[in-house]
């Protein structure tokens, strides 16, 4: 291709909004790779770099929760430190109706009384390796995308078993720049994980759903947990120390943790099909499943109990998707993706210009350096997604309602589709499985499949028969598809007969299930395995389609332009985040916002990086000590043994997301001054674009956490053992 045909193809993709497009980094942003640290970044402006000691120290001492989170070892006895919303689950889960913990709290004063989680599973990553040629070399020139698909699945499938067979480790394959990478992560994984600690919901959520996504905050949001191995405490030689005195105004700091998804690299054409379809989608269907559980909660306390760890989870994302979503809706946000990705385009046109003088010229010296070939053929990378994004249109609400299980929410419909597909893949070659039965992830598929966590049969219920209402609006009730879920009932009945038919709540049932196999599965006549086993080829053949016209050709196609960003920039980008570990910096700095957006009450006011102890008294004063605005009644009873200028929370500029939920916030020396727990209303657009102009993470003060443990909870065996971590 001539570089004139190549400016124009460029050009072209300018014109629908569909270029490459590679930040340029503002302010202290970047989620980096520990394989791919911005040391040149770090040492321009702070002076600092660090060293290759510094960072797997923070990469072994840092983890992630299966359930969604991030945490860190904070002694060599294996304690672990998290938000309280990332252990919320794990919490709910032990609870009982006489003894909610959620609501109690819970110290264990010594270690006998550390209570086993049924179902928490903790990575820590061990190591890092790129396996990107072998995976693209597996997918043939000329090939199909149903043959690419399958190779492409087979060889990550492949190499995740090697790695397992010969380390023993979890060892996952991660795509990374939407398919311009891909790496194997390898990680030590933790399963005997025990409760030790965690405040009152009242104080960890204190100001509830109203505060979130807030600031100013007043949250004691933190749990501790232990991890063991062969029934004692683990040794972990790498975690880390407290600060002895907490981050100064202005400080540098660091964030190790795992956020879960960002679009930053997305084409503008592919941000416009979130905007337009995923997110609204999304927010409709978050909204009736919220009023759906306040309805059933309102009836009995129990039930409110019951119910209180998903309604808080679909707060949380009704909460963050309507910020992202407004996010997305401003045009000026918009203009300003497309405006860079033109800027990048301009790059990449001067960069095969420079190309294909070169090839015309004499060879230069062999000592010159040598630059990175680009193939034209990443200019129609542009117009490739947006043809797999045509075709993500044609069955989006289908893959998500029967792949995704959309339209069963129910924990009792995920437990019989996972025996019944698990009965057919583990008789495949571990190549052709599906990638959740792929050999070196069955472990962990068993654990959340054989949970003895307890099951609602009232919860699943209520639950099933909204869902099964969105269904039959979605589809149409005289759908075909619609006639064979319902068989003539209607949601209620029909979800009252599959929940209430079923032995799944049971886990030797389940247990007895899967050691039967496909003969097993076939006999079964347990109602929700006749429904799932019916519902299956349907959900394969949309998942097939998704997988085919969707997800690999999107792959590929930014594949090319993630080569074309390697060309032109090198790695000086960050990949999207990936709930995979990640490194973040910042400084602690307050804000001024001038213009709508978070509290109308803060327009125009500058507002301080910290809030005090004493402050969140006053903060409950002013709202009538009524609930989310009450403090338990033990921090009023120990209100004076408290020092009421103690730091409670404080902002600084560190690029998170969701998925850094108790992400330990180091300073220089890999010291903790912070907890990470939520960001601001400014910096939910960080999901498509950073912003650090009043944008900011929101994290627990190191110093607060020592003062309530000690004064609050009295809790002095696990201050001393943190305490003594840190000489």
Known sequence: MKTTRAF???????????????????????????????????????????????????????????????????????????????????IQKLSTAKNDMLVSGYYAKTRDKELKCHDLELNVLMSIEDVTERVNGAVKPGSTPEEASKARRAVMNTIEKESFDKTGLRSDVVTLYNGGLYHLYRYKKYTDVRLVFAPEQAIAYFGGDADNFEYPRYDLDVTFFRVYEDGKPAKTKDYLKWSPAGPAEGELVFVAGNP????????????????????????????????????????????????????????????????????????AVMERKIREWAEFGTAVHQYLM?????????????????????????????????????????????????????????????????????????EKPNAQRLREYRDSNLASLKQELFSEAPIYKDLETAKLTDSLGMFLEQVGADSKLAKGVLRGKSP??????LVGGTRLDDVAFRRELAAGGKEAIAASDDPMIVFARWLDPDARAVRKEYETKVEEPMNQAYAKLARARFAVLGKEAYPDATFTLRLA???????????????????????????????????????????????????????????????????STIDIIGGNSGSPLVNREGQIVGLVFDGNAQSLVWDFIFDDVAGRAVSVHSDALLEALRNV????ELVEEIEKARK
Request: some cysteine; charged content about 25%.
């Open 8 to 90: 124009l193809g460029w050009a072209a993709l300018f014109v629908l909004g569909v270029t490459i497009f590679v930040p340029g980094v503002r302010g202290d942003e970047g989620m980096w790779l520990f394989t791919d640290p911005p040391r040149k970044l770090l040492k321009a402006k702070y002076g600092f770099e660090p060293t290759a000691e510094w960072l797997v120290h923070l990469q072994r001492a840092c983890m992630r929760f299966n359930n969604g989170g991030s945490g860190s070892f904070v002694s060599p006895d294996g304690l672990v430190m998290t938000n309280h919303h990332v252990a919320a689950g794990a």
């Open 260 to 331: 879960g998804h960002t679009c930053r690299l997305n084409t503008p054409d592919h941000l416009k099909f979130l905007r337009d379809l995923v997110f609204p989608y999304q927010l409709d269907e978050i909204r009736r499943r919220e009023v759906m559980l306040n309805i059933f909660s309102e009836r009995l306390e129990e039930n409110a109990r019951r119910a209180r760890g998903d309604l808080l989870r679909y707060c949380n994302g009704r909460k963050a998707r309507l910020g992202i979503l407004a996010g997305l809706q401003d045009p």
């Open 354 to 426: 420079a190309q294909e003088a070169a090839q015309r010229t004499p060879k230069r010296p062999s000592d010159a350096p040598k630059s990175p070939r680009l193939d034209p053929e990443c200019l129609n990378a542009g117009a490739e997604v947006i043809q797999a994004l045509e075709e993500w249109k044609k069955i989006y609400r289908r893959h998500h309602l029967l792949e995704e299980g959309g339209a069963f929410n129910s924990m009792l419909y995920a437990k019989a589709i996972t025996l019944v597909r698990l009965a057919v893949e583990k």
């Open 492 to 497: 209620a009945a029909r979800a009252a007969e």
């Open 585 to 651: 910096y910042g400084t602690v700095k307050g804000y001024r916002w001038p213009m709508p957006g978070g509290s109308f009450d803060q327009l125009g006011k500058e507002i301080p990086p910290w809030t005090t102890m004493g402050g969140a008294f006053d903060y409950a004063a002013a709202h009538g000590d009524k609930p989310p605005f009450r403090l338990p009644k033990i921090w009023v009873d120990r209100k004076d043994h408290l020092d009421l200028k103690t730091p409670m929370n404080f902002v």
């Open 713 to 716: 909870y009295q809790a002095e």
